[in-house]
């Protein structure tokens, strides 16, 4: 497996609170974390910059081939929880980073298998052969509204509270998430974004995209498409691939 991932400002803020980073262990297993901070320029840039700090960190100390289904979820678990202790004291210590947080996703792709942890509006789709899948189920109140009849998925599409999550990582001193485990097929391909890509390009135009563009390259392309849907907010894409 392979992962590539990379990350913008964008066209609108002045600062990039989205944090992203990977690997491969030496047994071919696929490490991936991206976060979204919130906030504040100061806030958010530190939540999400030491959240991929200390989840990346403890993954790759913690983490040793042959972990089965339920041990991988417990290290994805272990690694946010961490985080969110690390971010949520820090918020508590200095006053001019009170209210911080940021959105978190994970995944350990293994055995042909991708393990997903989240919480907050940062997604992870599957992505095949010109179709696209939505893994992750957005934590926010338009996604609360359309779970309850109130808007269709459609409205939610360009609801003015899109960006007000429900979840994140550091605002309180414990954090729920949500694992989602999903079985890989022949060229799946997966893309995790933080809401930067999702609102400003089309799922279908991202699975159009990958069709036709290099793996290593799409990462930058997917940037690329979104600045030129208006660039609105930070922009963060990650492939993990064959």
Not at 21 to 35: E, M, Y
Not at 57 to 63: C, G, L, P, V
Not at 94 to 103: A, F, P, V
Not at 166 to 190: H, Q, S
């Amino acid at each position: 497996m392979r992962i590539f991932f990379s990350t913008d400002v964008g066209l609108v803020r002045k600062s990039n609170q989205d944090s992203v980073g990977g690997g491969v262990f030496d047994d071919g297993t696929v490490w991936a974390v991206l976060c979204d901070g919130m906030g504040g320029s100061n806030g958010g840039e530190y939540a999400s910059s030491k959240a991929v700090e200390v989840i990346s960190s403890h993954i790759k100390e913690k983490y040793r081939s042959g972990l089965n289904d339920t041990e991988l979820c417990l290290l994805l678990q272990a690694s946010i929880a961490k985080a969110n202790a690390a971010v949520y004291r820090q918020a508590c210590c200095d006053e001019r980073l009170t209210g911080m947080g940021t959105t978190v996703v994970a995944a350990l792709v293994c055995g042909g298998v991708i393990y997903i942890a989240h919480a907050g509006d940062s997604r992870a789709y599957l992505i095949n052969s010109g179709t696209i899948r939505q893994i992750t189920k957005d934590h926010s109140m338009v996604q609360e509204m359309v779970d309850m009849g109130q808007i269709t998925a459609e409205e939610a599409e360009h609801h003015p509270r899109k960006n007000i999550i429900t979840r994140a990582l550091g605002v309180y001193d414990t954090i729920e998430v949500d694992f989602n485990e999903v079985r890989l097929g022949e060229g799946d391909m997966i893309l995790l974004c933080s809401d930067g890509l999702s609102n400003c390009v089309s799922a279908q135009m991202l699975a159009e995209a990958a069709q036709t563009t290099d793996p290593e390259q799409l990462p930058l392309a997917y940037i690329d498409m979104a600045n030129a849907g208006g660039g609105s907010d930070n922009i963060t894409a990650l492939i993990i691939c064959e």
